[in-house]
């Protein structure tokens, strides 16, 4: 029996449908790799203390989150902004802060370590995604509960499976926006008792093997 052109076609996107349908199903049930080496941070940051008792905005420090590719790493500057006043109250954070100024006084960057990554054969967008409407806290999970960032404290594994997993659900959205709780600032605490949103649609994540990997 012959093979049109159009059916053969057809057949070689059935076939691409598929293998991608198992790859990504294969992919959920395979854990991230923790990268070998060591992790310690250069400065011991507490994000329970900062975000969580202090109430800072992820978005003080993180500031081209929502309006560049990546989420930015705060300068010293703006370290040196708040803790050349602010010293600590703990013998602890004393000396970690004065860490802060000494690399200050240096006019040295501070050398941290980065967790939160993915391949460099992989594109991601914060601005794209924060300005659909997701929080900071449904990919990065509740950042004042954390005291350090390392690869076992980590919410979610980065990898295929879960990316795609969550570009295939239909999530409700509200003014065009992902729908979610009220919160302070993005990542900050839910408010309690404020009204509900509710979802008048709903928005799923492109499919197209080439948005994230170009």
């Known amino acids: 029996m012959l093979i049109t052109g159009f059916r053969m076609k057809r057949l070689g996107q059935n076939v691409i449908r598929r293998a991608l349908a198992v790859l990504a199903a294969s992919m959920l049930a395979v854990p991230s790799l923790a990268l070998a080496g060591d992790f310690t941070q250069p400065i011991k940051f507490s994000h329970v203390t900062h975000a969580g008792k202090n109430e800072v905005p992820c978005e003080f420090c993180h500031i081209y ?11 010293v500057r703006t370290c040196f902004g708040c803790h050349q006043v602010v010293s600590g109250t703990t013998d602890e954070q004393k000396t970690e802060i004065k860490k802060v100024l000494e690399y200050w006084e240096r006019q040295e960057p501070i050398p941290w370590k980065k967790v939160h ?3 460099d054969f992989v594109y991601f967008s914060h601005k794209r995604h924060i300005q659909i409407g997701f929080d900071c806290t449904q990919c990065h999970g509740d950042v004042t509960k954390v005291e350090e960032w390392n690869f076992d404290t980590m919410k979610q594994q980065l990898s295929m499976g879960w990316c795609v997993k969550c570009h295939i659900t239909q999530h409700p959205t509200a003014n065009g926006k992902i729908a979610g709780p009220a919160r302070k600032t993005r990542g900050a605490a839910v408010i309690s008792g404020a009204a509900k949103v509710q979802p008048d649609g709903h ?3 492109s499919k197209d093997c080439f948005i994230c990997h170009k």
């Open 65 to 75: 989150a929502r309006r560049s590719i990546t989420s930015g790493i705060p300068p």
């Open 203 to 205: 928005i799923s994540g």
């Open 117 to 119: 990554d993915v391949p």
